[in-house]
């Protein structure tokens, strides 16, 4: 099951299902075809609202980004221990 981490801290967001993942993948930017780190911030939580995101998967990003303005998070396949 993919899971999300955030890169800056290294906090495990926790797992998702595969359609939550397929929904950011084909939501966020990819600046090659195996990107597997996108950038969030407060515009971005509102666009994946907007754009009919399961209120669990938005309930998770916005728990992983706190108090702050903006993160970036990556996705594995949840076999990985996160660095």
Not at 15 to 23: E, G, T, Y
Not at 39 to 44: H, K
Not at 59 to 83: F, N, R, S, Y
């Amino acid at each position: 099951m993919p899971r999300l981490i955030r890169l800056d801290t290294g906090a495990e967001l926790g797992a998702i299902s595969d359609v939550h993942l397929k929904f950011l993948v084909d939501q966020l930017e990819e600046e090659h075809d195996d990107d597997k780190d996108y950038f969030i911030d407060r515009d971005t939580m509102e666009l994946l609202s907007d754009n009919g995101a399961d209120p669990e998967l938005l309930a998770q990003l916005e728990k992983g980004l706190g108090d702050d303005d903006e993160m970036t998070i990556a996705w594995d396949d949840g076999t990985a221990t996160p660095e």
